[in-house]
């Protein structure tokens, strides 16, 4: 039966926006700044957001713990380890604008670690040529989004807290509104607006090991792909390679790469230092090759390269894996991380939340012994596709901004780089926000019809008699991501992965919420299961389509890189057939300024010479 | 460790409601959290109760677990001797919602009430400077996750009529980061006394106590401020050197 919608609460604003992580509230108050009148909706607590939990820190070219370095060279990185596959254009903004929105947070209230000089100190990190993370202690996230949201709190912001959306409602092709529900009533409410700004995070949720809490299950990318906006590099999701392992309860929960940043060494169970055994041949040149250099290096010797348990991401991902598989993995099935050799009250003072975690969660007192960590799924580089300037997708009206949207990352994230993103795209995406209602200042209309279907699909596992359990269709689909569509990929693999992923819609259609409407988990998972699936048959299908292996997209069939995927980007959107559409999109020739960054020698760039 | 463990959980809303047990098959190194997971999926799916992180950094899944404040994803089983009953509720202090879920709005308001970080015009070089010996003790106050376990547990605030006199240890160490910000430019102290009610602590530290992120609430924070406040109000000498010679609130 339809319901009266003039029943149902509605809240207007000049914008919305979706999200209160770093990417949501930075868009928020850019949108205040621009004297538009924002709401924020988020389905936590206001400061609770995925962001809270970022250890390591935030990358931006500030030059303080290194002089040599510039935007450049932030670029330059960024681009080789997305494995050339991101947006130069985004790339180089990020780059360009990181080091004053990381000022700009001093200004507001964020207190980073300093250097001698009493700047802002910057810390190593995977990928990065040279100390560049902005950071505090191993808990930047924290103060990230606490420096945000007491800055909006006083930027006239309305904050609305565990609301949860449920669906875009659009009018003649433009977004109109949000259908949501309040969690602690199970009330439903409609906000209309003339933008809105997703900020809504990832999709770790979908995979049994992971470092993602429970609000990332791409709630955004489904909204935004039922109303036609197209996802993209959905394929490339990102396996942090140091997760704990063991116990197992707390399998998953991250150990930020800042361990190997301070000089964490990695071990197999025979006690050898096995990356030096996976140097990839494009990262040779910078790379340490012995035990000594390595020293060196983190002695403070410029001349010195770095250690390989600082190449990026995937390629240390895959060979713990490896590791592992070859039989010579830790007790639990991981790898040896050691950072006791830097004692205890540099470990204390660097590292404290790490130590914490270990000394009460798997009673490890990491200043005396080795931690056990393994690869977890962590971060999605693909997401929404946006415009590189004003995070505009291709439905008007429709922005989107931090893990939730693609372009930056490419193939593969470097560590640090998202926290910057957030600040840079955040901005920007309120910017873009400004800019499009400056041009459509009308409020468009509300679709009842639109907003009835969203709310009978919402209520309808509450209603049924009955049907499966939300909480075991999801464990189910963790399980098989993991085994189909994990860190090394096959043909017949993902195959598998999608017949998984199809049974499981029909599954997911009757399942059944216990329960009323007022303050429900199981409600809530059962709603989450669409936005899940929707994930994970998208990246299953990315997966299965780019037939070889670059950056965290590894396939055994289709070893190494091919030249010819180098020149597309999958792009996956609802055809017009209500089924998903999925296609290669060539990237177009490279822009010659910046690519003659990105391919130049470190000789080139430290003399000058681009 | 047992292969079951039973857990007692307050079932209701606002206005009425009891403890219920579930027990559950459990694995080794789980969390208070991880078995509320086990109830939820076996036997009471509606079951509310808050949580984002599960590794003790967002500060969600605050609860009484045998009567004492804790973040339910920091607590382990083997805590708790092997075959007792663990009992959970929700947080005191505020109104229940459902369940283990409390309405913590009430400190959102407060936090509205502190006047935001007022830095000096930025130097001619684009940079702040500040050195790590000065901002110790800022960042470790900042190191607060907003759990409210401290805001549960003192008792000023546990007695509902005062609650409007004082914003409680966490709002506090809030102004207490700010004032010792080494860039705030803003006088604190006046409203430290008057509208935050800094005289009402009597500092029986409960509220260090039960802090996860070991932040010394009491005496690194709520003890200076009681005393800028009395340097301030209480001295005559102070107060007339700083008529005569216009000190400011660091001299
Ligand atoms: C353990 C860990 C450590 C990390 N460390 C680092 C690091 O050191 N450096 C770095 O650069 N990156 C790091 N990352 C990655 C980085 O933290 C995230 O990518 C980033 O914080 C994402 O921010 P966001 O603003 O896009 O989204 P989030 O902070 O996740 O916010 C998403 C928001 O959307 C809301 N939302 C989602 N769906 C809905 C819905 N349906 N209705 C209403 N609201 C909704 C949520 O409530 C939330 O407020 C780390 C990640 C993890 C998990
Ligand atoms: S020390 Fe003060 S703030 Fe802390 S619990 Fe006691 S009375 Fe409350
Ligand atoms: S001060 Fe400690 S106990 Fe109080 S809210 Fe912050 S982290 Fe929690
Ligand atoms: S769930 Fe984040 S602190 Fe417990």
């Known amino acids: 039966m339809p319901t009266d919608i003039s029943e149902i609460d509605t809240i207007t604003h000049d914008v919305i926006v979706l999200g209160a992580g770093g990417a949501g ?4 108050i850019e949108c205040s700044r621009q004297g538009l009148d924002c709401g924020v909706v988020c389905k936590s607590l206001l400061g609770k957001a995925h962001t809270v939990m970022a250890e390591g820190g935030a990358a931006a070219a500030l030059g303080n713990a290194d002089k040599r370095d510039n935007w450049k060279f932030h670029f330059r990185d960024t681009m080789r380890g997305a494995k050339f596959l991101n947006q130069w254009r985004m790339a180089e903004l990020h780059a360009k604008e ?15 670690d300093r250097t001698k000089e009493g700047l802002i100190n910057q810390r190593n990190f995977g990928g990065h040529r040279y100390p560049r993370l902005a950071h505090v202690g191993d808990r930047t996230g924290l103060e990230l989004i606490r420096t945000l949201q007491d800055k909006g709190v006083h930027s006239g912001l309305s904050v609305h807290m565990e609301c949860t959306a449920l669906g875009l409602l659009t009018d003649g092709g433009r977004v109109s509104g949000l259908v949501c529900y309040w969690r602690e009533t199970g009330r439903f409410v409609i906000f209309r607006a003339k933008a809105i700004i997703f900020a809504t995070g990832g999709f770790g949720k979908a995979w049994r090991i992971t470092s993602n809490s429970w609000e990332y299950t791409g ?18 999701t990102q396996f942090h390679p140091t997760g704990m392992v063991w116990p197992p309860s707390v399998a998953g929960i991250l150990v930020t790469e800042g361990v190997r940043g301070e000089g964490g060494v990695l071990r197999n169970s025979e006690g050898k230092r096995f990356m030096f055994e996976y140097i990839p041949e494009r990262f040779a040149p910078e790379t340490a090759d012995s035990e000594e250099e390595a020293q060196r290096w983190l002695d403070g010797d410029d001349s010195s390269r770095r250690p390989p348990e600082l190449l990026t991401r995937d390629v240390v991902a895959r060979a713990i894996y490896n590791e592992v598989k070859e039989g010579r993995g830790s007790k639990h099935g991981g790898a040896y991380l050691n950072i006791s050799h830097r004692g205890e009250a540099y470990i204390k003072k660097k590292l404290p939340s790490m130590y914490h975690q270990f000394k009460e969660l798997a009673e490890v007192d990491i200043t005396k012994e080795p931690m056990e960590v393994g690869p977890t799924f962590h971060y999605a580089m693909g997401g929404i596709r946006v415009d590189h300037d004003s995070q505009m997708t291709n439905v008007p009206g429709l922005f989107a901004c931090g893990e939730c949207a693609a372009g930056l990352h490419g193939a593969n994230r470097l560590g640090g780089n998202s926290l910057s993103d957030l600040l840079v795209f955040g901005r920007r995406a309120g910017l873009g926000a400004k800019e499009f209602i400056d041009a459509n ?20 596992p509450l209603m049924r008699e009955s049907g499966e359990n939300p909480y075991v269709l999801h464990d189910e689909l963790r399980d098989a991501m993991t085994a189909h569509v994990g860190i090394w990929r096959d043909e017949e693999g993902l195959a598998a992965g999608i017949e998984v992923i199809e049974q499981m819609r029909a599954r997911v259609a009757n399942v059944k919420a216990h329960g009323s409407s007022q303050y429900n988990p199981s409600w809530s998972e059962a709603l989450d299961l669409d936005s899940l699936l929707l994930c994970a048959e998208a990246v299953a299908r990315g997966a299965k389509m780019r037939q070889e292996s670059r950056g965290a997209h590894s396939r055994v069939d289709f070893q190494g890189e091919r030249e010819e995927w180098g020149k597309y980007n999958i792009v996956i959107k609802k055809g017009d057939d209500g ?32 | 460790m047992s292969r079951q463990r039973t857990l007692r959980v307050w079932r209701g809303d606002g206005s009425s409601g009891q403890f219920e047990e579930y027990t559950c098959d459990v694995d080794e190194g789980m969390v208070v959290l991880d078995l509320i997971h086990q109830v939820q999926k076996h036997h009471a ?22 009567g004492k404040p804790k973040l339910s994803c920091m607590t382990r089983l083997s805590d708790y001797e092997e075959g007792a009953v663990i009992q959970v509720q929700p947080l005191k202090t505020f109104p229940i919602i459902k369940d283990l879920a409390t309405d913590v709005s009430w400190n959102f308001r407060q936090n509205e009430r502190i006047t935001p970080f007022t830095p000096p015009q930025l130097p001619e070089d684009g940079d702040y400077r500040m050195q790590q010996v000065d901002v110790d003790r800022v960042q470790e106050f900042r190191k607060c996750i907003e759990c409210f376990l401290c805001q549960d547990t003192c008792h000023i605030l546990r007695d509902h009529e005062k609650k409007e006199g004082f914003v409680g240890p966490r709002f506090m160490i809030r102004v207490a980061q700010l004032e010792m910000h080494p860039l705030d430019t803003v006088d604190r102290i006046p409203a430290t006394r008057d509208e935050y009610g800094s005289g009402m602590c009597n500092i029986t530290r409960c509220c260090t106590e039960v802090c996860p992120e070991h932040i010394n609430i009491t005496d690194n924070g709520i003890i200076p401020m009681k005393e800028r406040v009395v340097d301030r109000f209480y001295d005559p000498v102070t107060i007339v050197l700083r008529r005569v010679f216009g000190w400011g609130k660091r001299a």
């Not at chain 1, 509230?25 to 928020?28: E, G, I, P, Q, W």
Request: charged share 30%; glycine share 6%; with cysteine.
């Open chain 1, 25 to 28: 509230l930075r868009a928020a």
């Open chain 1, 98 to 112: 990181a080091p004053d929105r990381i000022r700009e947070l001093e200004a507001w209230g964020a207190v980073f």
């Open chain 1, 219 to 236: 709630d955004g990318q489904r909204m935004a792909y039922d109303v036609g906006a197209e996802l993209m590099d959905m394929e490339f």
């Open chain 1, 579 to 610: 089924q998903m559409s999925i296609e290669r999109v060539d990237r177009g020739e490279d822009p010659p300024h910046l690519a003659k960054i990105a391919r130049a020698t470190l000789e080139q760039l430290e003399a000058g010479d681009v």
């Open chain 2, 45 to 66: 799916p509606d079951l509310a109760c808050r949580w984002n992180c599960k590794a003790g950094k967002c500060g969600s899944c605050s609860m009484e677990i045998n």
């Open chain 1, 441 to 460: 200042p009308d409020l468009p209309a509300l679709d009842e019809a639109q907003a009835n279907k969203i709310l009978d699909w919402a209520k309808a």
